[in-house]
């Protein structure tokens, strides 16, 4: 099979419309067979559920070139699970978690030409998502809704690449206590548009969100979780039932505790002990390991000791381990590689 003519090297994280996505229908209590189709445009009603009350959710995956040729995903039993609870929190009916894995095989396959090569920093970001595309005009659920999968060759999600962010302690909440902070809803992402656009202009890569009840805690970014190392090579995540369950924080906290044999720790981290920590990153699929180099707490800098210039140690071998692991570098814990072709 012949690649595309893609200046992979080059890539951000944006938009490129590939050959094949996924389309399944949900009408009369059951889903479609699904297929997959040409045409990346939608024709919805101008009524439909997710226009006028957002009712929608989506999940974001990659597919990875291993070294010896093969295409992969990273554990998509878990992106499908995690759907499972979004579209529940939602009502919106559940996408069977065995045909969704499926599906993301069927469209990755169907669009491999775009699965950046080995080595090229690049990866096929694949977004699931569902929304509910009948009229709704009285406050309450679709009867109708469409699942689609569309896949993008993609690069760094953050522009410097590796180079460690400064972002801004936000005074924008990203969750309400008992809202939808844990599951992957649309409604969180337009929420914090006009944070991270103010964050942006006034030089900062990404917001810091506290705790939405007391705010004295962190809590997560606009799209990642936060992974803190203390002085003593502990790695600590904060606990919260307000952040969204990261898939690739989950994942590290394995790696670290049994590839790595450092001591892990989930637990609520207040902000005023950011200071103590040695190093700082952010975690995603887009994310992957993303180092953060400094935080600003209205004027107040807290600089974390490993610097503005390179990953900090611990943050390197992290991310040297998750990337081996997703590459076909390292072995895997059983379960976690789905191959695809
Ligand atoms: N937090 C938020 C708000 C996100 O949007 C994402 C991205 O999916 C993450 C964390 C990271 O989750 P995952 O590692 O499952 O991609
Ligand atoms: C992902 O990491 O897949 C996400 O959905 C985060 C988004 C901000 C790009």
Not at 46 to 62: D, N
Not at 102 to 123: D, F, L, R
Request: aromatic content about 10%; charged content about 25%; overall charge negative.
């Amino acid at each position: 099979m012949e690649k595309k003519n893609i200046d992979w090297s080059n890539l951000g994280f944006g938009y490129i419309n590939t050959d094949m996505r996924f389309v399944s229908n949900y009408k009369n209590g059951a889903w479609d067979e699904g297929a997959l189709v040409a045409d990346p445009m939608i024709q919805m009603s101008e009524c439909a559920g997710v226009l006028q009350y957002a009712q929608t959710c989506f999940e974001g995956m990659k597919a990875y070139t291993t070294e010896d040729g093969r295409i992969v995903t990273f554990r998509p039993d878990l992106n499908a699970a995690r759907m499972e609870d979004s579209c529940k929190r939602l009502e919106m009916p559940v996408y069977p978690q065995d045909k969704f894995v499926e599906a993301v095989s069927k469209v990755v396959k169907a669009n491999q030409a775009y699965v950046p090569p080995y080595g090229s920093g690049a990866t096929l970001y694949i977004r699931p998502y569902m929304f509910g595309s009948s009229p709704v005009i009285g406050v309450k659920p679709a009867e109708e809704y469409q699942f689609r999968i569309f896949t993008t060759p993609v690069g760094p999600y953050f522009k410097g690449g590796v180079k460690p962010l400064t972002i801004r302690v936000s005074d924008f909440d990203r969750a309400a206590p008992n809202g939808t902070g844990h599951i992957k809803a649309g409604l969180n992402y337009a929420m914090s548009l006009h944070p991270i656009v103010s964050a942006h202009h006034e030089g900062y890569d990404e917001n810091m969100y506290l705790d939405p009840k007391t705010r004295t805690k962190v809590e997560e970014t606009g799209g990642a979780n936060f992974l803190f190392i203390t002085k003593d090579n502990k790695v600590v995540t904060p606990k919260s039932s307000s952040i969204l369950p990261s898939i690739t924080r989950r994942s590290l906290m394995i790696v670290a505790k049994d590839y790595l044999g450092l001591e892990v720790e989930e637990r609520e981290v207040y902000l005023d002990e950011l200071k103590d920590f040695a190093e700082c990153g952010l975690c995603g699929t887009a994310a992957v390991i993303s180092p953060v180099g400094k935080v600003v707490d209205h004027g107040k800098e807290i600089c974390f000791p490993s610097g503005m210039s390179d990953m900090g140690p611990v943050t390197k071998k992290l991310y040297d381990t998750l990337t081996g692991i997703q590459m076909g570098r390292i072995e895997a814990p059983k379960g976690w590689i789905h191959e695809i072709c």
